[in-house]
């Protein structure tokens, strides 16, 4: 069985001045969310065998905040394609992942992780897959379990949404604000 968990970067700050999107930071709630969700990673008791992320600025941060909370370094691989990328770019990362890695998580941006969920886990109208199809907030992880022993097998409509937590399930003062 294969486990693949999506994160989504925390809230970044529009207000900051950077030349580049790729170099904007996370703003305060972010950092706050990462860190909560990274507690929260820590009482599910999760764990990665493989860590793939954007490099922009903004996952940097959110990995660095999420393993704060974790209480341990999460050590990821640095792939520009996973920057602002389409479902299916994130789905060639996944399929070439080693097959002795039992759990991959990649961190990245929307639209791409919202559509990649959407994609890999049937239209069922299952509670996750609805509450994923309305809206896949920033710090938001899920994670999508698969029949295979082989990355490669993952495909379209194959997997399972076993958990979709968004920020403000695990705390309420992070809850929606247009984001």
């Known amino acids: 069985m294969k ?3 999506l994160l989504r970067h925390a809230k970044s700050g529009w207000d900051d001045p950077v030349a580049r999107d790729f170099d904007r930071p996370l703003n305060a709630r972010g950092r706050r969310a990462a860190v909560t969700m990274g507690r929260h990673l820590r009482d599910l008791r999760l764990t990665f065998d493989r860590v ?7 996952v940097d941060e959110t990995i660095v905040e999420v393993a ?4 341990r370094a999460l050590t990821p691989t640095w792939d520009r394609r996973l920057y602002l990328a389409a479902p299916t770019t994130l789905l060639d990362v996944v ?3 080693e097959p002795a890695a039992e759990s991959l998580l990649l961190v990245g941006h929307n639209p791409g992780l919202e559509e990649l969920t959407l994609l890999l886990v049937p239209d069922d109208a299952s509670a996750l897959r609805l509450a994923a199809e309305e809206k896949y907030p920033t710090a938001t992880l ?9 990355w490669a097998a993952v495909g379209v409509g ?6 979709f937590i ?8 992070l809850g929606p604000d247009g984001d």
Request: hydrophobic letters at 30%; charged letters at 35%.
């Open 142 to 150: 899920a994670e999508i379990t698969f029949d295979a022993d082989d």
């Open 3 to 5: 486990t693949l968990t």
């Open 52 to 58: 793939v992320a954007s490099p922009a600025a903004r």
């Open 68 to 71: 704060r909370g974790l209480g």
């Open 95 to 97: 399929h070439e992942c």
């Open 166 to 173: 968004r920020p403000r399930d695990v705390d309420p003062t």
């Open 158 to 163: 194959r997997g399972r949404l076993t958990r």
